[in-house]
Each structure stands twice: as C-alpha cells, then as structure tokens.
C-alpha cells in the first residue's frame, strides 16, 4: 500500500504563497500519473493540476499561479502556490496512480476517479 502524506497548508492573506509537499512512500517503476486537487466546503473535490499522458496541466482557475514539480530523489510531490486568493481556500489532496492514462476533456471535474492513492489533505484558507 503506497501512503501519501502532505504538509504545508496553513492561513495566508490574499496576494499570498505557500508550498505544499506531499511526501510518497515508493514509487514503483513506470509512468505514474500525478495530481492536487481540492475541496471547498459544500462543493465537489476537482482538479487543481494533473500530469499524467500529454503532460502537465492546469486549471484555468490556478493558472499562472500555481506550479506543480516532483522530486525524484525525495519521492515528494510539490505544489507551489502564489498569488492565493480568497478562492483558493480549501483542503488540499495530493493523488498518484502507477500509470498514465487519457486524459478526459473535462478532467477538473473527470480526473479524480482515475487516482487509486490518496493523501489525507492539508487545509489551505486563504483571508482579504
């Protein structure tokens, strides 16, 4: 069972940054396909960034803003996150699954249901 722990949430005030890390227990040999997404309150969980066949994306939502890297060397996922707005606040979940796969038009809302591993999220608030 591959565990995935973030850190690095907190409360910033908008115009803000923070870095989460998401730390991999072992990553197998292969392509694995990697994502953050989140959840606000009261909404669905959807997809903040994605890697997985075709690259790296983003939602139009964090774009520009937000930047999603990997250290091989430390199995530890990062999402760096600038220029936090007020909606950016939720809790965030870091995702691997030991593939890549197609990824769907509307993967925001699409993606979540490929991911196999999940982290226990970190909660980001972000105030005016």
């Known amino acids: 069972q591959v565990q995935l722990v973030e850190s690095g949430g907190g409360s910033v005030q908008a115009g803000g940054s923070l870095r989460l890390s998401c730390a991999v227990s072992?990553?197998?040999?292969?392509?694995?396909?990697m994502a953050w997404f989140r959840q606000a309150p009261g909404k669905e969980r959807e997809g903040v960034a994605i890697?997985?066949?075709?690259?790296?994306r983003y939602a139009d939502s964090v774009k520009g803003r937000f930047t999603m890297s990997k250290d091989n060397a430390k199995n530890t996922l990062y999402l760096q996150m600038n220029n936090l707005k007020p909606e950016d606040t939720a809790m965030y979940y870091c995702?691997?699954?030991?593939?890549?796969?197609?990824?769907?038009?509307?993967?925001?809302?699409?993606?979540?249901?490929?991911?196999?591993?999940w982290g226990q999220g970190t909660q980001v608030t972000v105030s005016s």
């Open positions: 995702a691997i699954y030991p593939t890549s796969f197609p990824l769907p038009t509307d993967w925001v809302r699409e993606s979540a249901r490929f991911f196999s591993d």
């Open positions: 890697d997985t066949s075709g690259g790296t």
């Open positions: 072992r990553f197998q040999n292969g392509r694995y396909s």
